[in-house]
T-cell receptor
Framework: DAGVIQSPRHEVTEMGQEVTLRCKPISGHDYLFWYRQTMMRGLELLIYFNNNVPIDDSGMPEDRFSAKMPNASFSTLKIQPSEPRDSAVYFC?????????????FGPGTRLLVL | KNEVEQSPQNLTAQEGEFITINCSYSVGISALHWLQQHPGGGIVSLFMLSSGKKKHGRLIATINIQEKHSSLHITASHPRDSAVYICAVRRGTDKLIFGTGTRLQVFP
């Protein structure tokens, strides 16, 4: 298995632009998580899905952030409009087994820089 | 005060040393995770614990639910163990709460 796939690996954009991050979970996994990592705040859970349905989005910073999972093999995290404080590494992770406490497999991350 | 605290924040060791990283939490939990983040940024899940002890190769993780404390031990440390080790807990809801990490450097 190729593991969790994220694209792009790096993104540099200007303030105000729309940014879309993509994630392909491991086949057969029914949980998908989006995390953000910054130097100041460390790792934070933004949102997670179970069977393509958003379960908890309380970690999403504000309305500029949205996430979708149209099918079991694809999810997007969108920031519109982007701001410099959104600069971070965004990780996607997936797991199976029916509970968030199962082992999560992380993607390589997308390093976002908003100028 | 953070709900999940790790110590030390930074740790250096000589190859072969026994290493301990600590994690304390202040809330009731149902599970605790130890993660490893490599210098290149990749994150690997090492352990998920709800009680007792787990061992994988040179890594051992323990948890004491009553004392709200977990430790990650590395025996016979090696330079390739150099990474950031992150503790995360699950409480109440399904949300994971992360510690700030312990940066480990092992020198040959």
């Amino acid at each position: 298995d190729a593991g969790v796939i994220q694209s792009p690996r790096h993104e540099v954009t200007e303030m105000g632009q729309e940014v879309t991050l993509r994630c392909k979970p491991i086949s057969g996994h029914d949980y998908l998580f989006w995390y953000r990592q910054t130097m100041m705040r460390g790792l934070e859970l933004l949102i997670y899905f179970n069977n393509n349905v958003p379960i908890d989005d309380s970690g999403m910073p504000e309305d500029r952030f949205s996430a979708k999972m149209p099918n079991a093999s694809f999810s997007t995290l969108k920031i519109q409009p982007s701001e410099p404080r959104d600069s971070a590494v965004y990780f996607c992770a997936s797991s199976s087994g029916g509970a968030i406490s199962e082992t999560q497999y992380f993607g390589p991350g997308t390093r976002l820089l908003v100028l | 005060k953070n709900e999940v605290e790790q110590s030390p924040q930074n740790l250096t060791a000589q190859e072969g040393e026994f290493i301990t990283i600590n994690c304390s939490y202040s809330v009731g939990i149902s599970a605790l995770h130890w993660l490893q983040q490599h210098p290149g940024g990749g994150i690997v899940s090492l352990f998920m614990l709800s009680s007792g002890k787990k061992k994988h190769g040179r890594l051992i993780a323990t948890i004491n639910i009553q004392e709200k404390h977990s430790s990650l031990h590395i025996t016979a440390s090696h330079p390739r163990d150099s990474a950031v080790y992150i503790c995360a807990v699950r409480r109440g809801t399904d949300k994971l709460i992360f510690g700030t990490g312990t940066r480990l450097q092992v020198f040959p």
